[in-house]
């Protein structure tokens, strides 16, 4: 596998559920990111982790819970959801957290809330 | 805070024809600029970047931007456009500020290609 992978691609789960996200890279990057893609609004940055530590919480619900065990893996633990949840969520994985790292995606985890 | 507009939702070429993605941002110093492309089912590619230096970038696929800051824009072109190139695209902007920053997406100009 190369670049940065998500699993599952697509997952249907019911407001009671509990399940998690997945997402490992494989490019030696230092700081992973979760961001949610809705429709007909502009990509919205989640979580950030650099070095396994949390960088930023972008006043995400509780009801998402991220965990980055080490560099290359990143979770998104998700539980008692609404169906306004349901979007894309796409991983991303940089160098650094600098602004002039790039960032490169996954192809993304498409939630479905019922 | 730093913003990107995306005037066109989406937009319809022909096949052969030339192609331009408009973009303008708000930012209050030197911005960092992108033009992702995600095609359906895909995650976001970066198609190319400016940072500082020419105005002029050259990017993957064919694709080049202009940043010009004066008006604030940076369009995304293509001479030609092929059927391939079908997808959704988004401008970024990131403050310039070093560490701790973030990318700020458009909403996105989806693209069809007509054959």
């Known amino acids: 596998e190369t670049g940065v992978t998500q699993t599952p691609r697509h997952l249907v789960m019911g407001m009671t559920n509990k399940k998690s996200l997945k997402c490992e890279q494989h490019l030696g990057h230092n700081a992973m990111y979760w961001y949610k893609q809705s429709a007909k609004k502009p990509l919205e940055l989640m979580f950030v982790y650099n070095f396994k530590e949390q960088t930023e919480n972008n006043s995400v619900p509780s009801r998402f819970s991220p965990e980055c065990p080490n560099s290359s893996h990143l979770f998104l633990h998700l539980h008692t959801l609404q169906p306004e949840d349901s979007a894309l969520y796409l991983c991303?994985?940089?160098?650094?957290?600098?602004?002039?790292?790039?960032?490169?995606f996954g192809p993304g985890t498409r939630l479905t809330v019922l | 805070a730093q913003s990107v507009t995306q005037p066109d939702i989406h937009i319809t070429v022909s096949e052969g024809a030339s192609l331009e993605l408009r973009c303008n941002y708000s930012y209050g110093a030197t911005p960092y600029l992108f033009w992702y492309v995600q095609s359906p089912g895909q995650g976001l590619q970066l198609l190319l970047k400016y940072f500082s230096g020419d105005t002029l970038v050259q990017g993957i696929k064919g694709f080049e931007a202009e940043f010009k800051r004066s008006q604030s824009s940076f369009n995304l072109r293509k001479p030609s456009v092929h059927w391939s190139d079908a997808a959704e695209y988004f401008c970024a902007v990131s403050n310039s500020g070093g560490s701790n920053y973030k990318l700020t997406f458009g909403k996105g100009t989806l693209l069809t290609v007509n054959p």
């Open positions: 991303a994985s940089s160098q650094g957290e600098s602004s002039t790292d790039t960032q490169y």
